[in-house]
């Protein structure tokens, strides 16, 4: 059955980047839909632009998140936003996060914890040309979804253009690749230095160095925590532009 509904996943992803809308408000700022776990009035505030079917992004989450957590999230420092985007392979993206809007609200962040883990269960059987679909009703399960309720999920056009929407809106944000971060509004992305030998981390466009030196975008925890602190507190005065 799931098949049929990633069929239809698969139609809309022809047409998940409009053009980009105008924006009221600063896109490192909270919004009334996010997903977000923390205080609400944490001193750093940092969005992060991921899909579950990329594997940058499952490799940032398995060397990065639990620091993140531990020292920021957990000690009341900081609010994390979490925003989808359809990348990596997006129908596996649309499919995993169609699951996640199904699931209570409650589980929303174990079902990223659960697509992150599976992910390469769920690319190996891909690739056998497998069926992925006991994987996703093992994470259903896990977050108290019947198969029959991934399968009706799969299948609700309303459930489709939500995460539709979210992507696009994810995309008029400028985050382009994933992961993509705003850290107290200073965008943080992974870019090619100019002769496309390594990829160095950007913010707001602009080359990040420290020491002299550009920064690596290895998903390396001790340098992550050390440009986290910097763009919440040193650059700009954290206040972002």
Not at 75 to 84: L, N
Not at 133 to 147: K, N, Q
Not at 211 to 237: C, K, N, Q
Request: glycine share 8%; hydrophobic share 40%.
């Amino acid at each position: 059955m799931i098949f049929k509904q990633w069929i239809c996943v698969l139609g809309l992803t022809a047409a998940i980047i409009g053009s980009a809308a105008a924006q009221d408000a600063h896109p490192g700022e909270e919004r009334p839909d996010d997903r977000a776990v923390g205080d609400p009035d944490a001193a750093i505030r940092m969005v992060e632009y991921a899909s579950v079917a990329c594997p940058h992004c499952r490799s940032w989450y398995e060397s990065i998140w639990p620091m993140v957590q531990d020292e920021f999230i957990s000690t009341g420092e900081m609010r994390f936003i979490y925003r989808e985007m359809l990348t990596g392979q997006p129908q596996l993206a649309a499919i995993g996060f169609m699951i996640a809007d199904c699931a209570p609200d409650d589980q929303y962040f174990n079902a990223l914890h659960l697509l992150f883990e599976t992910q390469q269960e769920v690319f190996g059987l891909v690739q056998e040309q497998q069926s992925p679909a006991p994987v996703y009703y093992r994470v259903g399960e896990a977050l108290g979804l019947t198969s029959e309720d991934v399968d009706a999920c799969l299948a609700d056009t309303a459930v489709q253009e939500r995460m539709m929407a979210r992507h696009t809106r994810s995309v008029e944000d400028g985050a382009g690749g994933t992961p993509a971060f705003f850290i107290n509004n200073f965008l943080l992305t992974t870019d090619p230095t100019p002769d496309g030998l390594a990829y160095v981390y950007h913010v707001d466009g602009d080359p990040l160095e420290f020491d002299g030196e550009l920064v690596p975008s290895t998903h390396d925890a001790d340098m992550f925590r050390r440009i986290i602190l910097y763009l919440a507190y040193e650059h700009g005065e954290g206040t972002g532009e």
